[in-house]
């Protein structure tokens, strides 16, 4: 399972993570991988990444735009609260054909953006993620 950890504009994450001695103690056995737009982070479990996300509480308010969680059986991402809605609270089951589905788009500036479904990407679009959320998070 992959954690994708996105930037917000102008933050080198990796390096901001690398250089806190705080953040090397918390990712010391996560290894961060650089991505242009942020870094991803493997871990064995949806559980293990909503704690590990929960322990970098700060530098996820601070400098990441989006946090989200792979979703291999149903080969998508998950926001982080809907993670949390569907591992920690149980008060949801993901199913096929999720209602609360869109896209978030990497743009060459760094800004990330959520784009519903049936909106075509726009120019400078580096990378998108299939994700599905909660109705509040829809853009």
Not at 19 to 39: C, M, N, Q
Not at 51 to 56: H, K, P, V, Y
Not at 64 to 92: G, I, K, N, P, Q
Request: aromatic share 10%; with cysteine.
């Amino acid at each position: 399972m992959r954690l994708v950890c996105i930037a917000k504009p102008g933050i080198d994450l990796h390096r901001t993570l690398s250089d806190s001695e705080t953040s090397r103690h918390i990712l010391r056995f996560y290894h961060p991988k650089r991505a242009e737009w942020g870094v991803t982070l493997d871990v064995s479990t949806v559980s293990s990444g909503l704690a590990l996300m929960s322990e970098l509480r700060w530098y996820i308010q601070r400098y990441m735009a989006e946090v989200l969680f792979e979703d291999t059986e149903h080969t998508v991402y998950l926001t982080r609260e809907l993670a949390r809605e569907v591992y920690e609270t149980r008060s949801v089951a993901l199913i096929e054909g999720w209602n609360v589905s869109f896209r978030v788009a990497i743009l060459e500036d760094g800004r990330s953006v959520r784009i519903p479904e049936g909106i075509p990407d726009s120019a400078g679009v580096v990378q998108t993620f299939h994700v599905w959320g909660l109705a509040h998070e829809h853009p």
